[in-house]
């Protein structure tokens, strides 16, 4: 089979009687193979140059967190922080680019120390594998160890939002306690009976279940006084149509309240809801019981 230098075409035959397809012929004999062949650097190179250009994207990006920090003291403890923060920055690309380079890495080797002989530089591509695998361990252990943290911010953030519903929602009701001298019966004369400007009460009360609200109250503590009798009156006159002096002109006074809060799957009736009896948190735990979380209630 020969191939023509000109077109590329292949054929059966001598190129010094003309290419089939584009009528090129060859001037002489095929130059003979050199006795004395240098092996080729260039994989050995290619391994080293990308083990190197991995190791230098990490070194910058966690120069590039350190000077992102509001303290610019150079130690151990700060460089630790910020390759950490250049781990989770590189986790999406350098990562995978640098275990497809360390697989594909591995089989170029592989393949110079098979064939020594047309190759050579494999201390210089072990270096380049070694720079490879670093990296990959770096990253891979500076977001092992800060998982746990992460993940622990992730549960206050969380904790920090159902608390910011609550928070919201005390207000409201100390709002409503202020202007009718109780709390609401129900949610929606809660959301009726207060303005709501900024629209904070509607964001508040958009996944909860209305239902879950239960007004109580102290009957010691919310029944009107009765009135006083009058001295010296002993007859008074009376009438079927008229109202007697203890009747009650003052509507029924709620004192205490509870309602449920969605947790962080923000779906109401939940094993994770949260209760607010008063102002007062009482957060689920694993074992499906419950912890109070202190809360300061105001009375107006």
């Given at each position: 089979m020969t191939v023509c230098p000109c077109c590329g075409s292949k054929f059966e035959g001598d190129l010094r009687e003309g290419c089939v397809s584009c009528g090129a012929q060859a001037v002489g004999e095929p130059l003979a193979r050199p006795e004395i062949e240098l092996p080729s650097y260039g994989r050995a190179l290619l391994i080293t140059?990308?083990?190197?250009?991995?190791?230098?994207?990490?070194?910058?990006?966690?120069?590039?967190?350190?000077?992102?920090?509001?303290?610019?003291?150079?130690?151990?403890?700060?460089?630790?922080s910020a390759a950490e923060t250049a781990a989770w920055r590189l986790k999406l690309t350098a990562l995978p680019f640098a275990l497809v380079s360390l697989w594909a890495g591995w089989l170029v080797y592989a393949s110079i120390r098979h064939e020594r002989a047309r190759f050579m530089g494999q201390d210089t591509a072990r270096c380049g594998l070694a720079a490879m695998l670093t990296v990959v361990l770096m990253i891979a252990t500076f977001i092992g160890v800060t998982v746990p943290e992460r993940l622990r911010q992730r549960e206050r953030g969380i904790q920090a939002g159902i608390e910011a519903q609550g928070y919201t929602l005390q207000r409201a009701f100390l709002e409503y306690r202020a202007r009718y001298k109780t709390y609401p019966t129900t949610m929606k004369d809660l959301q009726d009976g207060l303005p709501d400007a900024d629209g904070?009460?509607?964001?508040?009360?958009?996944?909860?279940?209305?239902?879950t609200y239960k007004p109580s109250a102290n009957l010691a503590d919310a029944s009107p006084p009765k009135p006083e009798r009058l001295r010296g009156v002993a007859i008074r006159r009376a009438s079927l149509n008229s109202r007697t002096d203890d009747s009650v002109n003052e509507r029924f006074s709620f004192t205490n309240y509870e309602v449920r809060l969605p947790g962080e799957d923000k779906t109401p009736n939940t094993d994770d809801d949260w209760l607010m009896k008063d102002g007062v948190f009482v957060r689920p735990t694993k074992a499906g019981q419950t912890t109070d979380s202190p809360s300061v209630e105001t009375t107006p």
């Open positions: 140059t990308v083990g190197l250009l991995l190791l230098f994207a990490f070194a910058l990006s966690t120069l590039l967190a350190l000077f992102e920090q509001s303290s610019l003291t150079i130690g151990f403890w700060p460089l630790v904070s009460i509607a964001v508040a009360l958009s996944n909860i279940d209305p239902n």
